[in-house]
């Protein structure tokens, strides 16, 4: 496939998220397509089938767009003339890769699944970290109450639902995100963020507390 064509993916994505500060700004997009391409690398697979399924695995968010209709990425797709055969593997994709609170739906291909490895990690280490305290802020919830528990949910409606504090957001779905890594790449690539973020939560209760005594330079 020519390259151009992720350049275009790409802008089309980019005007799609004009505007959005709940974690899908463009470099999202951006970020899993460069880790889609490396973990490829190492797994194999169709890559022009991974790249176009990375720049355009949220046009079609439900909770951006509506629906569930696939529509943007249609729109696209038809305009590049991409084949049939392609379009076909990269809609199985897209509609199968959120982890959705409770969802457990691994994509068939390997290409989905390394798609679906490279949004996850995005969601972890100092990125994910970032992005959960941005997505919470947007939603105007706290960072964090004394007291409040972790929860587990039985649907996506009840996961979207859910007023939760951002850091029980690292319980009820970050620090899962490591044991469910479809590829190998993936896995070895999410130990570190997810010590990192374990760091980060360890931290962040002490200083909460007011425990935390050492200091930069001890
Ligand atoms: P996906 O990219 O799979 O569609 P989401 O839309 O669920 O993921 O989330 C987008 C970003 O916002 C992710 O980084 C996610 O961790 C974060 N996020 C989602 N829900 C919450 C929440 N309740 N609290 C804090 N961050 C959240
Ligand atoms: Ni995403």
């Known amino acids: 496939m020519d390259d151009s064509v992720f350049d275009r993916a790409q802008d089309f994505a980019a005007r799609l998220f004009e505007g959005d500060s ?8 951006v970020r899993v397509h460069a880790l889609a391409r490396t973990i490829c690398e190492a797994e194999g697979g169709d890559e022009d089938v991974v790249r176009l399924s990375a720049l355009l695995h949220d046009v079609d968010d439900p909770k951006l767009f509506g629906g569930g209709s696939l529509r943007n990425a249609r729109r696209f797709m038809e ?3 991409i084949p049939p055969d392609v379009q076909e593997k990269v809609f199985a994709i897209i509609s199968s890769i959120s982890f959705k609170g409770t969802g457990r739906s691994v994509p068939e291909s390997l290409e989905g699944k390394i798609v679906q490895d490279a949004d996850r990690l995005d969601a972890i280490g100092a990125i ?7 997505y919470g802020g947007s939603k105007g919830r706290a960072m964090h109450v004394p007291g409040a528990e972790s929860r587990e ?9 859910s007023d939760g504090t951002t ?4 319980h009820e779905k ?3 995100l490591k044991g469910l890594m479809n590829t190998e790449s993936a896995r070895r690539m999410a130990e570190a963020r997810h010590r990192y973020m374990e760091g980060f939560l360890e931290e ?3 200083e909460w ?10």
């Open 22 to 29: 709940g974690g899908h700004d463009i470099y999202h997009t």
């Open 209 to 218: 507390d007011g425990s935390r005594r050492r200091h930069l330079h001890d």
């Open 174 to 176: 970050l620090l899962k």
């Open 167 to 170: 850091i029980n957001h690292f």
């Open 79 to 81: 305009s590049e003339g």
């Open 128 to 134: 994910g970290v970032a992005r959960a305290f941005a």
């Open 153 to 161: 949910f039985r649907s996506e409606a009840e996961y979207r639902s």
């Open 204 to 206: 962040f209760m002490a």
